[in-house]
């Protein structure tokens, strides 16, 4: 079956207000309006409300970059599902390495986020991924698939299927490395045979796998060339307006 495409942008602590305004001015109209492809901005929590705004009637979605699993509460300096929601936002990453290593995020907050996600409308992207000790250690794959069966846990068969799963390889982030286009695949084909296995193959069949990882407009059409490999969760190249829609536009091909 085809899979749609789906391209997220994970500014990360980036850009000033006028900076993601103008982004998303130079964006909005160009995305394709495709069924193949889905383009998401994920941005600091400060311009969500503004990008939202200016992506209305657009293609573009606008997801946030982090978010905490209760509704509401004690929580100084946090920002809860439903608030998200309230401002319009559809998407959020949840478990990126960065979180994991900088922020104490656990494979059991993530899945109470992933949870929090879904009873409040919101398309999780779960993050999953090896350090560069524990490929060397040939462990790749039974971390990947720990981090995964502990993510989705407790989510129905639809709520899987709706789950975004981002593999990013610690080492390939933000380091110029990239994993080969094969090793990549491998992984995401991985991820796939475990959802078969401990969900359903119909949930393994339409879940969106991406790759993240020192992806760029040059190795893009190599990635998205894989059996496995969905879309790309994307940090520097997402950043200018110009290569963010060329990794888009590369989707649809």
């Not at 524990?134 to 989510?155: D, I, P």
């Not at 899987?160 to 094969?182: N, R």
């Amino acid at each position: 079956m085809m899979r749609k495409k789906v391209i997220a942008g994970n500014w990360k602590m980036n850009k000033l207000k006028a900076d993601a305004d103008q982004f998303m001015e130079q964006v909005v109209g160009k995305v394709p309006s495709d069924e193949q492809v889905e383009a998401i901005v994920c941005a600091p929590y400060l311009y969500l409300p503004s990008l939202v705004e200016k992506a209305k009637g657009s293609e573009v979605k606008v997801g946030a970059q982090n978010m905490h699993f209760e509704e509401e509460g004690a929580y100084t300096g946090e920002i809860s599902p439903v608030m998200l929601k309230d401002i319009g936002v559809t998407h959020v990453i949840l478990g990126h390495s960065e979180r994991r290593e900088y922020f104490a995020e656990t494979d059991e907050t993530v899945n109470k986020k992933a949870k929090a996600a879904f009873q409040h409308e919101l398309t999780p992207i779960v993050c999953v991924g090896e350090t560069l000790e524990q490929r060397e250690a040939n462990e790749t794959k039974s971390h990947v698939e720990s981090q995964v069966k502990k993510a989705l846990e407790g989510l129905t068969e639809d709520q899987v299927v709706e789950t975004i799963i981002a593999y990013e390889p610690i080492w390939a982030i933000g380091t110029g490395k990239t994993a080969s286009s094969e090793d990549a695949n491998e992984v995401c084909t991985h991820i796939r045979q475990v959802i078969k296995s401990t969900v359903s193959e119909k949930a393994a069949e339409q879940v969106v796998i991406q790759y993240g990882g020192s992806v760029k407009p040059a190795n893009i059409d190599e990635l998205l060339g894989q059996s496995d490999i969905d879309g790309a969760l994307v940090g520097g190249a997402s950043l200018e307006s110009d290569s963010f829609l060329q990794l888009v536009e590369a989707g649809v091909k």
